[in-house]
């Protein structure tokens, strides 16, 4: 039984962040086929994080009140139907539109995995099960570009969305299998205000964002709808400082490390997508990579992250999370700065490899005490809401930097687009440690909480949009 779970909760999260690790190096083909421009491109990525990141805290809170099991098979139903949609899609339209149903499938999946681990396993055996769960995540993300590539260049880019209804089908098929145990399900008001404030305050400034260089700051078809954004965010914090039951609790930003931790995070996360974004596109359109070359240009530093990340944790618990959260923000701007050496060539040796060995060194340095500081700082009794917010503001910070690339680079990713989004990428990596330098406050030895630990947080991709933290509310 307990297998039969873990194994369950493997797949479903393992679907969702391979779906986000695969898609950059399919978009010239998309591109190619569909046409659109670079605004289509944005659009395929950002209409998936627009739902996924402002419904995620709204499924956890339906997960808990419905029922792990019950919102999962939703999800999953949903996440293949909308796989389907994409492979299918005869337009660049309908393929956003698919994309954008398809985040919401997603946000019902990411809690409900982790939150089903914990429900099953007992406390002695919480620690090795999400150690298993974290480990095969992590492989989608290193395996995620190399796979997507290898099917963009052999079959075609259809086939990075419909090869998710075969792990799709065995989870379902194994969940039919899987004892209905009772659940203690939370009966509370599900904050759908907040929900629908949350995804018309990212859509409308995400959609002016994008759309501007065809219409224009001026025209009524980008103000309207940047102005109903902001208003309906203004909103939403507003009515989550009032809601009996908010689905994101502004009470936890009262702690400082919680506040100043979530601020980093958005400018170093919004790097970590734009880089992701920019380099995937830039070598297969102006330098012509293969999607396979493309997919496998970000590996090295996803390694180092993922092999460097548990020693500079350890570190960080042993000295403190500011320094750690200064200093890898800003190697991370420098491996960015080399590359500003690339030419229309893109020489993967000389011009890329340097910079990327250098930013995966700072993401080593940066990712772990950056989720330690910002869940220590929350009551373990609240951890799961905490590092949803976090998770949360991790994807919409990839989101907003992917929408802000026609105002940085143009309307090519070019070697002078390029140049741009590497500039811009050290810029925000730079506000980002600046921010931790300022806002961050090591804890005393003898505040340390004697807490259960909480699921350590998946590493980012090398960098992907989709690349989130991945520690859901449970």
């Given at each position: 039984?307990?297998t039969?779970?873990?194994?369950v909760?493997i797949i ?6 391979l779906?986000?690790a ?19 491109q944005?659009w395929?990525?950002?209409?998936y994080?627009?739902?996924?990141g402002?419904l995620?805290?709204?499924a956890g ?13 939703i999800g ?5 139907i909308?796989?389907?949609?994409c ?11 698919a ?6 499938a ?8 982790l939150a089903l ?5 007992p ?5 090795k ?7 095969w995540?992590?492989a989608a ?5 190399a ?12 086939l990075i969305?419909g090869?998710?209804?075969v ?6 098929w194994l ?5 209905q145990?009772?659940e ?5 008001h ?7 404030l949350?995804?018309?305050?990212l859509?409308?400034?995400v959609y ?20 109903v ?8 914090i507003?009515w989550?400082?009032r809601?009996?039951?908010?689905m994101m609790?502004?009470?936890l930003?009262?702690q400082?490390n919680?506040?100043?931790?979530n601020?980093a995070?958005?400018f ?12 995937t596109v830039?070598?297969q359109e102006?330098?012509g990579?293969?999607?396979?070359l493309?997919?496998?240009?970000q ?9 460097g990340s548990s020693?500079?944790?350890?570190l ?8 750690f ?9 420098a ?7 690339v030419?229309s060539d893109?020489?993967y040796?000389?011009q ?8 995966g060194v ?6 772990a005490?950056l989720?330690?500081a910002i ?6 009794k609240?951890?799961?809401i905490g590092?949803a ?6 994807r919409?910070?990839?989101?907003i ?9 143009g309307s090519t990713?070019d070697?002078t687009g ?8 050290a810029?925000f990596?730079?506000?980002?440690g600046?921010?931790a ?25 090398a ?12």
């Amino acid at each position: 039984m307990k297998t039969r779970v873990l194994v369950v909760a493997i797949i479903v999260s393992f679907v969702v962040f391979l779906d986000g690790a695969v898609t950059n190096v399919a978009l010239p083909a998309i591109k190619r086929e569909l046409g659109g421009g670079l605004a289509v491109q944005q659009w395929v990525v950002d209409g998936y994080l627009i739902t996924l990141g402002s419904l995620i805290l709204l499924a956890g809170s339906l997960s808990d009140h419905y029922g792990r099991l019950r919102i999962m098979r939703i999800g999953l139903f949903g996440f293949a139907i909308t796989s389907l949609a994409c492979a299918l899609a005869p337009t660049g339209e309908f393929l956003v539109g698919a994309r954008i149903v398809q985040g919401a499938a997603g946000a019902l999946l990411v809690p409900s995995s982790l939150a089903l681990i914990i429900a099953t396993f007992p406390a002695a055996e919480q620690g090795k099960a999400i150690g298993r769960w974290t480990a095969w995540t992590t492989a989608a993300f290193l395996a995620g570009p190399a796979l997507g590539g290898l099917l963009v260049d052999a079959v075609s880019w259809r086939l990075i969305f419909g090869i998710n209804l075969v792990p799709i089908a065995v989870a379902l098929w194994l969940m039919v299998k899987i004892e209905q145990a009772p659940e203690d399900r939370v009966r509370q008001h599900i904050d759908f205000v907040g929900a629908a404030l949350g995804v018309v305050g990212l859509a409308g400034p995400v959609y002016a964002l994008i759309e501007q260089g065809r219409y224009g700051w001026t025209s009524p078809l980008i103000l309207v709808p940047l102005i109903v954004g902001v208003a309906s965010l203004a909103t939403f914090i507003w009515w989550e400082s009032r809601a009996p039951n908010p689905m994101m609790p502004l009470s936890l930003f009262a702690q400082r490390n919680f506040a100043w931790g979530n601020l980093a995070t958005f400018f170093i996360y919004a790097a970590f997508a734009f880089v992701g974004f920019a380099m995937t596109v830039f070598v297969q359109e102006a330098a012509g990579y293969t999607a396979l070359l493309a997919g496998l240009v970000q590996v090295p530093s996803t390694v180092i992250m993922v092999v460097g990340s548990s020693f500079f944790g350890g570190l960080s618990s042993r000295y403190g999370p500011r320094l750690f959260m200064t200093v890898g923000p800003l190697v991370c701007a420098a491996g960015m700065l080399l590359t500003l050496s690339v030419t229309s060539d893109a020489v993967y040796w000389t011009q890329l490899l340097p910079g990327i060995l250098v930013l995966g060194v700072g993401m080593a340095i940066t990712v772990a005490p950056l989720t330690a500081a910002i869940l220590g700082a929350v009551d373990p009794k609240r951890a799961g809401i905490g590092s949803a917010v976090n998770n949360a503001i991790a994807r919409i910070a990839g989101l907003i930097a992917v929408a802000c690339t026609g105002v940085i680079v143009g309307s090519t990713l070019d070697v002078t687009g390029y140049h741009r989004a590497a500039i811009a990428c050290a810029a925000f990596l730079i506000v980002g440690g600046v921010i931790a330098f300022i806002g961050i406050r090591n804890p005393r030895k003898t505040d340390a909480p004697a807490a259960e630990p909480a699921a350590p947080a998946t590493p980012p991709a090398a960098p992907a949009p989709s690349a989130p933290k991945t520690e859901p509310a449970a």
